[in-house]
């Protein structure tokens, strides 16, 4: 009979233990915001950021979300990006959004917008950043390296931003302090790229490196030693202060 009782005991144990763990799931997966909830809390955003034209942006946007699961899993943060190219306050395309507070994250009108992201930890100090890659601009067009940190209550931008003119850029995760930088040319009608630029298509840059500099964080490519000079010479990233 003891030996029944135990029995019943941990089993009542587990059953509970259990029926917590699933509770605990259930109480983080509901901290996660919809996308009509973040339809919301961007439509407040915009209308407390004064939109130069109150007709120019809509007072409902339409919102999809891109979040990269470790993005919510590592930092309870979550990414939308407008379904369509909309003329929003000062061309944002793409919001992050932390504990119900609105980030603008990336410019895109006129322009592609929201390219790749990934959560990382450049700077080696134990604190998430966010990496992204964002395209803008009409005839001379600008893809965008932005970093954000994500370990204070508000994400910052680091505002100094890599910036490449005519040629996209992209990036690709190793690890949390190795992020590779590779550069697409823009392919011409037909969808094929020019035949100059079928020896660039897919080059490695280099690796992203966050440091400081002067008492300010700033961003930088650090070059794969096996680029030959003609290649840095075509492939020019800059600095840009947005």
């Known amino acids: ?73 590592r930092a309870g943060a979550q990414v939308f990006k407008q379904v369509a190219s909309t003329s929003s306050v000062e061309g944002v395309d793409s919001y992050l959004i932390k504990a119900k507070k609105v980030y603008p994250l990336s410019t895109g009108f006129p322009g592609g917008g929201l390219g790749s992201m990934w959560v990382c930890d450049l700077n080696h100090d134990s604190k998430l950043e966010l990496v992204y890659t964002y395209s803008s601009g009409s005839g001379v067009d600008w893809s965008h390296i932005g970093v954000v940190r994500l370990d204070t209550p508000t994400p910052v931008r680091i505002e100094t931003e890599l910036a490449s003119m005519n040629a996209p850029l992209t990036l690709q995760r190793q690890s949390d302090q190795t992020i590779n930088v590779y550069f697409n040319p823009f392919p011409v009608s037909g969808g094929k790229s020019a035949p100059m630029d079928q020896a660039l298509r897919k080059l490695l840059l280099g690796r992203l490196v966050l440091a400081k500099k002067g008492g300010q964080e700033t961003l930088a490519i650090q070059y794969d030693p096996s680029l030959t000079q003609e290649q840095r010479n075509r492939v020019q990233v800059v600095k840009r202060q947005l």
Not at 44 to 73: C, F, I, M, N, Y
């Open 1 to 73: 009979m003891q030996s029944r009782d135990n029995y019943l005991s941990v089993a009542a144990c587990i059953a509970g233990f259990l029926s917590l763990g699933a509770f605990r799931a259930e109480a983080q997966n509901s901290q996660r915001i919809s996308v009509s909830k973040a339809e919301q809390l961007v439509a407040g955003w915009v209308q407390a950021h004064k939109p130069h034209d109150g007709s120019a942006w809509h007072s409902r946007p339409r919102l999809k979300e891109l979040t990269p699961p470790d993005l919510w899993e």
